[in-house]
């Protein structure tokens, strides 16, 4: 069966370092793996998408990274700020088919 | 332009009683989605529409959850004989096709608490 771990539920970090998040999965393929943040209260909000034949995608201080063979994506913030203090949710998709979400990691960025 | 909407905001019932979701999705997208969130918990996928069909609907939680969609448009999420354990937030989602390429775009939710 398909299934989608996000193996850290809460990550601390400092302000101004990398946070790294992982997001590993099983049967799916192709995968079409997207990342969300989600705030307390509110709906995620789509961050970025990256195919099964792309190796790394960037937005802004972004980075996302996708390796088929360990079938695991790792999702970067550099120079991380409390603003990124939020919960983030991997999502996997093969072809046409709905997305289904991870459990999501709750980033807590100190000052 | 407008994002997704979703109505009531939050609804508190009682054990027992039948209540309605609503979601206005983005105009024009085909694809929509409800989703369930337990305090803390991740996202617990319910039942996607593509236009008003619903191809599975083996993620709805009993017999008790119903959903349709008319128009292409406004969906609808009911849940008869309301438990305790549906208290949750229901998120409804919307996108220009399915799955794939598509990015979702979430509403702020329905929460629902059951007396």
């Known amino acids: 069966s398909q299934k989608i771990e996000q193996n850290s539920e809460a990550l601390n970090i400092q302000e101004g370092k990398t946070a790294t998040l992982t997001c590993n999965y099983t049967?799916?393929?192709?995968?079409?793996l997207q990342w969300y943040r989600q705030d307390p209260g509110r709906g995620p909000v789509f961050l970025l998408l990256?195919?099964?034949?792309?190796k790394e995608k960037r937005k802004e201080r972004l980075k996302v990274t996708f390796d088929t063979t360990l079938k695991q994506s790792l999702f970067h913030i550099t120079a991380s700020q409390p603003a990124d203090s939020a919960t983030y949710l991997c999502?996997?998709?093969?072809?046409?088919?709905?997305?289904?979400f991870g459990k999501g990691t709750r980033l807590s960025v100190i000052a | 332009g407008a994002g997704v909407s979703q109505s009531p905001s939050n609804k508190v019932t009682e054990k027992g009683k039948d209540v309605e979701l609503r979601c206005d999705p983005i105009?024009?997208?085909?694809?929509l989605y409800w989703y369930r969130q337990s305090l803390g918990q991740g996202l617990e996928f319910l039942i996607y529409?593509?236009?008003?069909?619903?191809?599975?609907k083996s993620g709805l939680p009993s017999d008790r959850f119903s959903a349709e969609r008319t128009g292409g448009s406004v969906s609808t999420l009911t849940i008869q004989r309301t438990q305790q354990e549906d208290s949750a937030v229901y998120l409804c989602?919307?996108?220009?096709?399915?799955?794939?390429?598509?990015?979702?775009?979430f509403g702020p939710g329905t929460r629902l608490t059951v007396l």
């Open positions: 989602a919307s996108s220009s096709g399915l799955g794939r390429n598509n990015e979702q775009f």
């Open positions: 990256i195919r099964e034949n792309e």
């Open positions: 999502a996997l998709s093969s072809g046409n088919t709905p997305l289904v």
């Open positions: 529409f593509q236009g008003n069909s619903a191809p599975d």
């Open positions: 049967n799916y393929s192709p995968a079409y």
């Open positions: 105009s024009g997208h085909t694809a």
